[in-house]
C-alpha cells in the first residue's frame, strides 16, 4: 500500500481564509517535524478545518449548530467576492514516485467537487487519507479520556484500522436488533395478519363442519377429501328433482343457489317462501357476526395485556406526557422550528437539542410501546375490531359506536384495562341484542314456515345449508390462503433474523479480538510515550474486554497505588498526556496509508515543563526524520511559549517552523521569507486608498522587521519581552534595540557608522513618537495612506541602519552583532 506524505496546501475563500486572487500556499517538508504559529483569530484553525473538509466532507463544529445558524453558509469566507472556497492538496507518495494535487471546491450552494491532477478518483483518494488519527484537534484530544468506554472503544477502533469493521459490527448489530428488525419487517403487522388469518381458518373450518353435517346429515370426518366432501355437498342437492338440471355438469362451489331458489320459488310458495329465504339469509349474517366475537380466554388476554401496560406506564409519568413529548420532538424535528434547543413546549432554551432530551424522556415509555404492541395485535387478531360492525346493528337512537372509538385508541396505544372491562361489559350488551334479533328472525321463519308445505320448507332449508356450506368454504380457502402466506413470510423473515443474528455474533467477536490483539500492542508503546512526557511515577493501562467494543483506561500504577480509573485519578495535564501517549502510539503502529498527522492547539492545557516533554517525543521518538518510519507531523499552535520551542527547534535542521499573520477580511500570509511580500501587499493597499486593510499589516510588518534586527544582530532582549504576547511587542522590540544601541555607544563599542546612528533618530520618531504612539491610543484610522507609506519607509530606512554592504555594489548584510570587536 502507498503512503502519502503531504508537500502543501493552498487555500482560497474557506472559512477564515480569504486570499482573494492570491491563494494561502504552505510548503511542508516531508522529511522534517513540521510547525505552524499565529495568534488566535489569524487562519491557523481554517488550515485544520480546510483538511478536515478535504478529507471528511463536513465540518462537524458548524453541524452541531442550531438550524438558525445557518451554519453551512459559514463553510466560505464571507469576505470572498467569488463564493467559491478552493483547497489543493499537494500529496507525495512516502516510497517515491509521482506526486498528485487533488483539488476540493465547495460553492455557496453548498455542492462540493473534487479532482485530482492524475485523472484517479479524487474522492477515492481522499477517503483513504480519512484515517482518525490524521487530523487531531484539543476537542477531540481533550475529550477522549471523558468519553464513555463504547464510544472510546469505538473512536479507537479507527485508530487502530478497525473502523470500517467496526462500523459493519455496529451495522450487524443494528440490524439484527430485534425491534429495529420488527420495525423493518413491519412484524406486527403481519403478526397480526398470520393471528387473523388462523382464527379464521379455525372459525370457518368449524361452520364447514355445521353446515356439512346439516345439509348432508353426516359428519365431514367421515369424508377422505374435502373434494369427496364437496361432491357428496353437491349429490344432495342434485338428487332433489327441481334442482337437479341446474346442478348437473357444475362443481358444489359453482352452483347458482339463486336459480336455485328461484325455481323453487316458481314451483310454489310465492312470496311467502321468498321472505322465508330472505329471514334465513339475515339470520346466517347475525350467526356469522356473533361467531367472529372473541372467546372467554381472547377476552382475559386482552384484559391482562391492558393490565400489563397501566403498569409499565405507572413506572412514567403518564400517557398524556408521552403524547406531549412525541408532539414536540415531532415540532422540533421540523424544518419550521428554528431555534433547535428551544423547547417548543414551555421555550425554555437549553445548551443541547431539545429533540434529544425529548428523545430520551421518550426512551422510558419503550417497555409501554412493547406491551401496547402486543395489546395492538392480540386486539386486531382476535377480531375486537369487528365487533364495532356488530354493534353498530345493534344501536339504537342516541348510542355510539364504542368499539370504533376504541379500535382508534388502541392504534394511539392508549387502551387501558379499565377501557377494556368496560368494553366487556358493553360486548355482553351487544351480544344479548344480537342474540334477540336472531331469535326474532328465526321465530318469524319458522311462523311463516309453517304455512307452506313441509317438502317445500324442507327443499328451502337444504339450499339454505347449501350457501351457507359454500360461503364457509370459500372463506376458509382464502382465510387458509392468507395463513399460508404469512406462514411463508414469517419463515423468510425468521430465516433473515437467525442468520443476522449468527452473523452479528460471530463478526462481533471477531473484530473484538482483533481490537485486543492491537490494544495489547499498543499498550507498551503508549506507557513508553507517557513516561516521556509526564517524568512520573503513573503507569497507564488500556483494557478492552473480549466481545465487547468497550475501551477501559485505567491504572496499573498511579504514584503508591495499585489499579484505579484513569479519568477519575488524572489531573488534566495526566489525562492529555495519556490522550496523546494513546493516540500517537496507534498512529505509530497502524497509520496505514496516511503518513501525516496535522495535530491543533493539543499542548494548550500543557504546562511550559510538559509542552517540551510533548514536543521532544514527538521530535525524537515519533516523527520523521529521527525515526525514518515515522510520519511526517505538522503542529498548529497559537502558544508563544511552544513558539520559542518550535524557533529553537528550527535551528537544529531537523524541524521547519512557519508563522502566520493576517486576517479573515483580507488575507493570510506567512511570516517566513514573507516580509517582503507584507510590505509590497501593504503598499498595495495603501496606493489604492485603503487605509483600513493596510493598518494592521503595518503594525505585523514593523514587528517582522524589529524582530528580524534582533535575531540578526544578536540584539538581547528581557525575558518577559520574549514570551509577552502584548499589544505593545513592537515598543518593546524598539526599546530593547535603542538601549543595546545606547549601551554599545557609551562604552565606545558600537559597530554602526556616524550616519548610521544619525539615522537611527529620526526614523524612531517617525516609528515611535508618532505611528506606535496613535496606534496604541486607537486612532490610527486618522492616518492618511500618504504618511502611512512614510511610516512603512521609515520602517524599512530603520533595518538599514543595521546593515552593510562588504563591497560597492554587494547586497547589504546585517551586522552579527553592535559590537565592534
Request: hydrophobic share 40%; charged share 25%; glycine share 6%.
Amino acid at each position: 500500500m502507498t503512503g502519502w506524505l503531504l508537500e502543501g496546501i493552498e487555500i482560497e475563500g474557506f472559512r477564515g481564509i480569504n486570499n482573494e486572487g492570491t491563494p494561502l500556499l504552505i510548503k511542508f517538508k516531508t522529511d522534517k517535524v513540521n510547525s505552524i504559529s499565529a495568534p488566535n483569530g489569524v487562519g491557523k484553525s481554517s488550515i485544520f478545518d480546510a483538511l478536515t473538509y478535504a478529507l471528511t466532507g463536513k465540518l462537524a463544529k458548524l453541524d452541531r449548530l442550531p438550524a438558525a445558524e445557518a451554519a453551512s453558509s459559514y463553510y466560505l469566507n464571507r469576505f470572498h467576492t467569488g463564493n467559491l472556497g478552493t483547497i489543493r492538496l499537494m500529496l507525495i507518495p512516502s516510497n517515491g514516485g509521482s506526486a498528485r494535487t487533488v483539488t476540493v471546491t465547495r460553492t455557496t450552494t453548498g455542492t462540493r467537487q473534487a479532482v485530482c491532477s492524475d485523472g484517479s478518483d479524487a474522492e477515492e483518494v481522499l477517503a483513504e487519507l480519512n484515517r482518525e488519527f490524521v487530523l487531531l484537534d484539543a476537542e477531540t484530544f481533550q475529550g477522549f479520556i471523558a468519553r464513555s468506554p463504547l464510544d472510546r472503544g469505538r473512536g479507537f477502533a479507527g485508530l487502530l484500522g478497525l473502523a470500517p469493521y467496526s462500523a459493519l459490527r455496529q451495522g450487524l448489530q443494528s440490524l439484527s436488533h430485534t425491534r429495529a428488525f420488527n420495525n423493518h419487517f413491519a412484524e406486527l403487522m403481519h403478526r397480526t395478519s398470520r393471528e387473523s388469518a388462523t382464527r379464521r381458518v379455525e372459525q370457518f373450518a368449524k361452520a364447514v363442519d355445521k353446515d356439512y353435517l346439516e345439509l348432508v346429515k353426516s359428519p365431514i370426518s367421515e369424508v377422505p377429501t374435502r373434494a369427496d366432501a364437496q361432491k357428496n355437498a353437491h349429490h344432495s342437492l342434485a338428487q332433489i328433482g327441481i334442482l337437479s338440471s341446474l346442478c348437473a355438469g357444475k362443481a358444489f362451489l359453482e352452483l347458482d343457489l339463486d336459480a336455485c331458489d328461484a325455481a323453487i320459488g316458481e314451483k310454489e310458495g310465492g312470496a311467502e317462501r321468498q321472505k322465508i329465504a330472505e329471514l334465513n339469509s339475515a339470520q346466517d349474517r347475525w350467526t356469522e357476526l356473533l361467531d367472529s366475537v372473541p372467546d372467554e380466554a381472547e377476552a382475559e388476554e386482552l384484559k391482562g395485556l391492558a393490565r400489563e401496560r397501566d403498569e409499565a406506564l405507572s413506572g412514567t409519568k403518564g400517557n398524556a406526557f408521552r403524547q406531549l413529548y412525541e408532539l414536540g420532538r415531532t415540532i422540533a424535528q421540523s424544518d419550521t422550528w428554528q431555534e433547535k434547543n428551544r423547547c417548543p413546549l414551555c421555550d425554555h432554551k437549553g445548551e443541547v437539542e431539545i429533540s434529544e432530551n425529548l428523545k430520551a424522556k421518550l426512551s422510558g415509555y419503550s417497555l409501554v410501546e412493547e406491551v401496547s404492541e402486543d395489546l395492538l395485535a392480540s386486539w386486531g387478531s382476535a377480531g375486537w375490531t369487528a365487533i364495532s360492525i356488530l354493534e353498530q346493528a345493534v344501536l339504537i337512537e342516541g348510542e355510539t359506536n364504542q368499539y370504533k372509538a376504541a379500535d382508534a385508541r388502541i392504534r394511539q396505544h392508549g387502551l387501558s384495562k379499565t377501557d377494556v372491562e368496560s368494553l366487556l361489559e358493553r360486548l355482553t350488551m351487544v351480544k344479548s341484542r344480537a342474540t334477540d334479533a336472531r331469535k326474532a328472525l328465526r321465530e318469524e321463519s319458522e311462523a311463516l314456515s309453517k304455512k307452506l308445505p313441509p317438502s317445500l320448507v324442507a327443499v328451502s332449508q337444504t339450499v339454505q345449508a347449501a350457501r351457507r356450506l359454500r360461503h364457509s368454504w370459500n372463506e376458509l380457502e382464502r382465510a387458509e390462503k392468507d395463513a399460508a402466506t404469512e406462514l411463508k413470510w414469517n419463515s423468510s423473515v425468521e430465516r433473515v433474523k437467525d442468520f443476522l443474528d449468527k452473523a452479528s455474533a460471530v463478526f462481533a467477536k471477531a473484530e473484538s479480538e482483533a481490537g485486543v490483539r492491537r490494544v495489547a500492542a499498543v499498550e507498551p508503546l503508549c506507557q513508553t510515550l507517557f513516561s516521556a512526557i509526564m517524568h512520573e511515577p503513573v503507569v497507564p493501562s488500556l483494557k478492552k474486554r473480549p466481545g465487547t467494543e468497550e475501551l477501559q483506561i485505567q491504572l496499573a500504577k498511579f504514584f503508591s497505588l495499585t489499579g484505579g480509573s484513569a479519568p477519575a485519578l488524572l489531573a488534566e495535564s495526566f489525562r492529555n498526556a495519556l490522550a496523546a501517549s494513546v493516540f500517537l502510539a496507534a498512529a505509530k503502529l497502524y497509520g496505514g496509508s496516511p503518513k501525516f498527522l496535522v495535530l491543533d492547539d493539543i499542548t494548550s492545557s500543557f504546562d511550559a515543563g510538559h509542552q517540551y516533554h510533548l514536543m521532544e517525543v514527538i521530535r525524537t521518538q515519533f516523527a520523521r526524520p529521527a525515526q525514518a518510519d515515522g510520519p511526517q507531523v505538522i503542529l498548529l499552535s497559537h502558544d508563544t511559549l511552544v513558539e520559542k520551542l518550535f524557533n529553537k527547534n528550527a535551528s537544529t535542521g531537523a524541524w521547519w517552523h512557519q508563522r502566520l499573520q493576517g486576517n479573515a477580511r483580507t488575507g493570510v500570509l506567512l511570516q517566513n521569507n514573507a516580509v517582503d511580500k507584507v510590505g509590497e501587499r501593504t503598499r498595495d493597499f495603501l496606493n489604492a486608498g485603503r487605509v483600513d486593510d493596510a493598518a494592521p499589516y503595518i503594525r505585523q510588518y514593523l514587528e517582522f522587521k524589529l524582530e528580524e534586527i534582533i535575531q540578526r544582530v544578536r540584539i538581547p532582549v528581557p525575558l518577559d519581552l520574549a514570551i509577552n504576547e502584548s499589544k505593545q511587542l513592537a515598543q518593546g522590540y524598539l526599546d530593547a534595540i535603542n538601549s543595546a544601541v545606547d549601551l554599545n555607544k557609551r562604552a565606545g563599542l558600537l559597530i554602526l557608522e556616524v550616519g548610521q546612528q544619525a539615522s537611527l533618530s529620526s526614523h524612531v520618531a517617525t516609528i515611535a513618537g508618532n505611528y506606535l504612539a496613535h496606534w496604541g491610543t486607537g486612532s490610527s484610522h486618522n492616518f492618511s495612506a500618504a504618511a502611512l507609506v512614510g511610516v512603512m519607509n521609515a520602517i524599512d530606512a530603520y533595518a538599514d541602519c543595521f546593515r552593510f554592504a562588504e563591497s560597492p555594489g554587494a547586497a547589504p548584510r546585517y551586522y552579527k552583532s553592535l559590537r565592534n570587536v
